[in-house]
């Protein structure tokens, strides 16, 4: 019995060995997707080894960001780049033009250079802003004052008399000109809490200087240029050593600039203590009149499915403080040199493929939204969207937008992406709409299954996201290159997929700010004439 007993016992046991076996064969298969999809498939090795070998991104970002520059929305800049990317799609055999959706107000800027004149002499560091008025030829030399301090609206309109003819400064004086990690690593506990406690009590202090004017930030400037004053000068600190944020003016006769930290305090303080502070301003720019504006759409034919396409998305526009390298250059050299390869390597697609460079998204969305609206008939025949948007970074999130079966399509074609690509990538499915934030959003409302390839930080929001030092030097090509890579694969996988994707949307939650069922974000319509109502 007991040899029979071991006899039973061993067969068991090997019977139960082989079925571990073939299990832990089978999940390795379906566990390592990346390395068998790779290896059996030549377009995606070929899309590697082109971006690898033969990468055109240094060159094209040297084009577009040194040569070509700011992209401003009505400018001649963003013409420039327009006709420039038209021109680069249609070398590489890619069909493009520009789709005009609407009228700007144009605007050229001109040199800009700012003096301390008295109490001593100093060239200062700063700008005009967007769309500011022009000084006259020769500049303009006034007083600098800072802004009147009133008890209220009624007094402020007393005290808003001594403004004219003076440079008013409408900002917070920073406290320290050292951003917090800076102090956080050098300054002593009590220190630390000493500076913030400050800052605060000054920035609390600000704002009811502010709000006792009776205006916000918007309509002060217009107030004080009714009144007389001969400019107004602003200092919009990122927060970061030698990073300002730069937008635009709202004034129409007197120019507006923008101090560094740094200069801006030095006036603020001879100001404060009584030394009258005088600058020479010369702001040169220039009123174009009404420009058309664009979106470049470049287009690679389907071939089994011409009508079904994958977009390859991107704002094209930027501010005009510095050349607009992170935002949006480098999604736009993704979006280009993703096409390029494909269309070298994948000339045949089955899925017609789309490039669209946006314009003006800077001012909400607005030519993405304008093609949605004028185009239902490829949003509703839209298989994916990839949108790049927030910095140089690699990408490091991809949700699924709230579209129930993403994981299922975004999975598969994940699983083609190189291993050290996507060993990045945090995923998050089927997640929640965007409602905003780049232009993936403005088809997600559309109901198209549209995804952000959200980029690891490199301090964006501090040192480059519209700031006057988002230049080429701030690019990380290598990062770049991998975010080429994959949305490259992404497209050839969602070009390739023999399957339609599902649009079916998740139940949306309860939202706690009113206790009934949010609702999923509806397409918003552009704005058409922009500066010219």
């Known amino acids: 019995m007991r040899y029979l007993y071991k006899t039973f016992e061993m067969k068991k046991w090997a019977a139960s060995f082989y079925v571990l076996i073939l299990l832990f064969s089978v999940n390795s298969v379906f566990a390592q997707p990346n390395r068998n999809t790779q290896a059996n498939d030549p377009v995606v090795q070929a899309i590697i080894n082109e971006a690898n070998n033969n990468s055109q991104l240094e060159q094209l970002g040297y084009e577009l960001l040194d040569e070509i520059g700011p992209r401003l929305v009505g400018t001649p800049g963003m013409q420039k780049a327009h006709d420039w990317a038209v021109d680069k799609f249609n070398s590489w055999g890619i069909d493009a033009e520009n789709q005009a959706w609407g009228e700007w107000r ?26 500011s008025p022009s000084t006259p030829k020769n500049g303009i030399t006034a007083e600098v004052m800072i802004l009147p301090l009133a008890k209220d609206s009624i007094a402020f309109q007393d005290a808003i008399k001594s403004v004219k003819g003076k440079f008013v400064m409408i900002s917070m004086n920073q406290p320290t000109g050292r951003p917090d990690y800076n102090w956080e690593e050098y300054a002593t506990e009590e220190s630390l809490e000493k500076m ?4 605060d009590e000054l920035r609390a202090a600000w704002y009811e200087r502010i709000s006792n004017t009776g205006y916000n930030s918007r309509t002060l400037p217009a107030a004080l240029e009714e009144a007389g004053a001969a400019g107004i000068v602003m200092s919009n600190w990122s927060r970061g050593f030698g990073a300002n944020k730069i937008f635009g003016a709202y004034t ?143 990408v490091v999130n991809i949700s699924g937008q709230g579209f129930l079966h993403s994981y299922d399509y975004v999975g598969r074609w994940l699983a083609a992406v190189p291993r050290e690509i996507t060993q990045h990538i945090e995923t998050s499915f089927p997640g929640s709409p965007g409602r905003g934030g780049s232009d993936y959003a403005s088809f997600v409302a559309a109901g198209a299954p549209a995804f952000s390839l959200s980029s690891l930080s490199w301090d964006y929001g501090t040192y480059t996201w519209h700031t006057n030092i988002d ?40 939202d706690p700010r009113t206790g009934e069922k949010a609702e999923w974000p509806t397409p918003r319509s552009p704005n058409r004439k922009g500066g010219l109502e």
Request: hydrophobic share 35%; proline share 4%; glycine share 8%.
């Open 106 to 131: 144009g605007w050229e800027r001109g040199i800009t250079h700012i003096d301390l004149v008295e109490p001593r002499i100093k060239s200062l560091n700063g700008t005009q802003l967007a769309w």
């Open 196 to 199: 913030k406690s400050e800052r």
């Open 252 to 394: 129409k006769e007197i120019p507006t600039i923008d101090l560094s930290l740094e200069d801006y305090g030095l006036l603020f303080r001879m100001a404060e203590h009584g030394d009258k502070p005088q600058i020479k301003v010369t702001a040169i720019s220039k009123e174009t009149g009404v420009q058309p504006t664009f979106n470049t759409i470049a287009t690679i034919k389907g071939t089994e499915k011409p009508e079904e396409y994958i977009v390859l998305s991107a704002h094209f526009d930027s501010w005009d403080g510095a050349s607009g390298a992170t935002d949006n250059g480098t999604g736009t050299l993704v979006m280009m040199e993703a096409a390029r390869i494909l269309k070298k390597v994948y000339p045949n697609p089955k899925r017609t493929i789309i490039v669209g460079l946006w314009g003006s998204e800077e001012q909400g969305l607005n030519g993405s939204r304008a093609y949605v609206e004028d185009h239902p008939e490829i949003v509703k025949n839209i298989q994916a969207v990839f949108n790049q948007d927030n910095g140089t970074g690699r």
């Open 471 to 510: 230049t080429y030097d701030k690019v990380v090509f290598d990062d770049v290159r991998s975010n080429a890579v994959l949305t490259a694969i992404l497209t050839y996988m969602a070009s390739e997929d023999p399957e339609k994707t599902s649009r079916e949307q998740i139940n949306l939650h309860i």
